[in-house]
């Protein structure tokens, strides 16, 4: 079978903030698993200076193509998928021409901006029957695999409950670095529900099953935030207003019967604690996990997942499965099981938009209830 041919957007060497697609997307490309079912034949940066020192940086090929603009990129015909790793604000600009041009694309979360945004993608690539991907990790990590596994066995028998708390190290009583600043305006799109949340839901769904009912609460608790430049030491440069959440929380019934509780605050976790507790509360036993950051479904090294059999003395210590992802480098690893699944064609078991706007209509209907600001969360009913 020929290689897909892929087209790579925001492939940068001077972002201020996280270069995803070097540290994510890249590795998994370059790496000889990768390189099976992907080859790389153009990059789109925001000039063609850009780009090629991009192809320098990173080793490309030097028949690599570069291009200035995302309507050229979708205008080669050799380009197969479009990869679109770039700040949220862009997304929109940066697809259209893609899917227009009828082109598979993978783009990272968020979406879009809007939600009108996000619907007009999705309608022009169901409309050209095209195949999306979205940069969730949860369906593919091992994680999920492992306790949908352990689910399945019935060692905890039907699954009663789930609660999980998180700190997200970020939105705290700390300055956020400066190219954080878009976190702080709703309008842009990216945010701690947009991102965090987004990515943290979706692991909990994707293990224990979708939601049926809930109710939610949004808190900006620290409307004013401070901006610091670390290439100045860290220096607070400026200080800001923010409308976005920095508390989160949602309760609920999952689809199965389960109650669920959500709490991911920003800011970092209590001493000597850490950032993400997770139980799996069951019939006959729990599952316990715990792991250094809320973002587990972004990596995996280090985490804590302990299984306990009710009428048993011991604690089991559950070990994640391996496979041939897992010589790479986090964040890479559960990037490159999401590009595997698409290459060999396992529909459903990658997040495609589809659930990806699925995603995010959950997300809306939270900005409406908070928007209206009722009891628990509830909008307010109309006069």
């Not at 291009?67 to 259209?96: I, M």
């Not at 619907?119 to 999920?144: C, H, I, N, W, Y």
């Not at 049926?212 to 290439?231: A, C, K, W, Y």
């Not at 659930?355 to 969360?377: Q, V």
């Amino acid at each position: 079978m020929p290689r897909i041919r892929v087209g790579l957007i925001g492939l940068s060497t001077t972002s201020k903030s996280t270069n995803w697609a070097g540290a994510a997307h890249l590795p998994y490309l370059q790496s000889p698993q990768g390189q099976r079912h992907y080859e790389i034949v153009a990059l789109c940066n925001s000039s063609i200076t850009s780009a090629e020192k991009s192809i320098q940086q990173y080793g490309l090929p030097t028949s690599t193509k570069t291009y200035h603009s995302a309507a050229e990129l979708a205008r080669d015909p050799d380009v197969d998928l479009v990869v679109n790793v770039t700040n949220v604000e862009k997304h929109y600009e940066l697809l259209v021409p893609a899917v227009r041009a009828g082109k598979n694309v993978f783009t990272e979360l968020p979406f879009a901006s809007t939600m009108d945004q996000m619907r007009d993608l999705l309608q022009t690539a169901e409309e050209k029957k095209l195949r999306t991907v979205f940069g969730m990790q949860g369906q593919t990590s091992p994680v999920t695999k492992l306790l949908r596994d352990v689910i399945a066995s019935h060692k905890i028998g039907t699954v009663l409950s789930t609660t999980w708390t998180g700190a997200a190290m970020f939105g705290g009583e700390k300055p956020l670095f400066i190219g954080g600043r878009t976190f702080t305006k709703r309008k842009t799109g990216g945010n701690l529900v947009t991102v965090f949340f987004l990515h943290s839901m979706n692991l909990i769904l994707a293990t224990l099953g979708e939601l049926d009912t809930f109710h939610s609460i949004l808190g900006n608790q620290r409307p004013t935030v401070e901006l610091m430049d670390p290439q100045q030491g860290g220096k607070v440069v400026e200080t800001v207003q923010k409308d976005t959440p920095d508390q989160i929380m949602l309760q609920g019934r999952l689809a199965s019967g389960a109650l669920i509780s959500y709490h991911l605050r920003g800011g970092e976790p209590f001493p000597g604690e850490k950032g993400l507790t997770w139980s799996i509360y069951g019939e006959k036993g729990e599952i316990h996990i715990t792991y250094a950051t809320c973002m587990l479904d972004l990596q995996h090294d280090g985490a804590s997942i302990k299984l306990q059999v009710f009428g048993q003395p011991d604690v089991q210590e559950l070990k994640l499965p391996e496979d041939d992802m897992s010589s790479l480098a986090h964040p890479a690893q559960n990037v490159g099981r999401i590009y595997e699944a698409y290459a060999k064609g396992e529909e459903g078991s990658y997040p495609d938009w589809k659930l990806g706007m699925k995603r995010h209509e959950l997300i809306e209907e939270m900005w409406r209830r908070w928007d209206g600001k009722g009891a628990f969360g509830e909008p307010v009913p109309a006069a």
